[in-house]
């Protein structure tokens, strides 16, 4: 990696993997980013979640041998990502692991509904040292709210957030980063310049368009023909709500750190994912210890048996990175045929 690179990547914690050019079957360097999925139960039922509508497996926390057994394992670990399919705020050691992180000077985030972002919380959470909370909001009024999330939870996840920004200010606490992520959805698109405004009055500065990950079957509301690909009643949302953000001083975003009219950009399949470089430079662990490619393929293909890498629980991370299975699927990502997960995803997902 390049001085340059290097800069780039600690400037910025979300472009680790842009200074990754490998595209080997073979890793050259040990993962530097670690997606935990810190538990895989929920207490909401969202219709653009598989475990809405199947069990991909039992209902687990990750363990703290097994969390901290990963994670001493990554030498170089820079960026650690707690959440996956469930809720991380329902881990009773989540303070802890963060901790155990940040001793180590790694940059951590989880995604959260923030039904459980409360104020007894506030300074445990603040004192942690933890540097980014996303919360997943999907709405700007309680009624579509319930339509994606699937439960009557709105006001209170609009009260929580609100306090916790007001918390902050009171005490001048400057971490974690607080953002709102609203899933960008036929059903939801032309209410992004209201969820922009409603991030204003809750005191977030950063609004993010999240694109819909489904499979061809679909499930819910995760279904190809609630997929968004830049059709002129979405431009003409984006449009405005980028003109509401400016007005707002709120910082508008896409998936992976792009703008919201690339991130919906139609990508011919077969292509983008041959420019992916998740699996030269992260690592996701289920709470079972189950390995996956990313935190999209939960989302975008139907049986972890199809897309398994190994498990922590029983092998070593240095022989599931290079071993067979992790060198067949790089092989078929750059390739005419990529893993199942992989066809037709994005350019950049969410990170």
């Known amino acids: 990696m390049s ?3 290097e800069v780039a990547e600690a400037l910025d914690p979300r472009r680790y993997f842009e200074a990754v050019t490998d595209s080997s079957a073979v890793a050259a360097r040990p993962p ?3 997606y935990l999925e810190v538990t895989n139960r929920c207490n909401l039922l969202c219709n653009t979640c598989p475990r809405t509508f199947e069990e991909l497996e039992p209902p687990q926390d990750l363990s703290w041998d097994l969390f901290t057994r990963i ?4 030498p170089n670990l ?3 990502v707690l959440h996956g399919v469930g809720e991380p705020m329902l881990v009773k050691t989540l303070p802890d692991m963060i901790r155990y992180l940040k001793a180590r000077g790694v940059y ?3 995604n959260t509904n923030g039904t459980l972002l409360r104020a007894a919380k506030f300074q445990e959470i603040i004192d942690t040292g933890l540097d980014e909370i996303r919360v997943s909001l999907d709405a700007a009024d309680a009624k579509t709210y319930k339509m994606v999330r699937g439960k009557d939870f709105f006001g209170r996840v609009v009260r929580n957030v609100g306090a916790f920004t007001a918390y902050q200010r009171e005490t001048g606490a400057m971490s974690p980063k607080v953002s709102l992520w609203l899933t960008g959805l036929k059903e939801t698109i032309a209410e992004l310049p209201d969820f922009v405004r409603l991030a204003a009055t809750m005191n977030v500065h950063e609004v993010h368009l999240q694109r819909l990950v489904f499979d061809d079957d679909g499930f819910g509301l995760a279904r190809p023909e609630s997929s968004l690909f830049a059709r002129a009643a979405e431009e003409t949302a984006i449009a405005e709500a980028t003109a509401q953000a400016r007005d707002l001083g709120i910082l508008l975003d896409a998936s992976g750190a792009t703008e919201p009219e690339l991130s919906l950009t139609r990508h011919e399949k077969g292509a983008p994912q041959t420019m992916c470089r998740r699996p030269w430079s992260l690592m996701y662990f289920t709470a079972h210890g189950t390995a996956l490619p990313c935190c999209i393929a939960p989302f975008s293909a139907r049986g972890y048996e199809n897309y398994t890498l190994g498990n922590a629980a029983t ?3 240095a022989d ?5 299975a992790y060198r067949d699927f790089r092989s078929a990502l750059v390739g005419p045929t990529p893993p199942k997960p992989c066809e037709g995803c994005g350019l950049r997902w969410s990170l």
């Open 108 to 110: 951590v985030l989880f």
């Open 3 to 5: 001085i340059l690179a």
């Open 315 to 317: 092998t070593p991370l």
């Open 78 to 80: 820079q960026r650690a």
């Open 71 to 74: 994670v001493d394992q990554v």
């Open 320 to 324: 599931i990175w290079n071993g067979p």
């Open 32 to 34: 530097v980013c670690l």
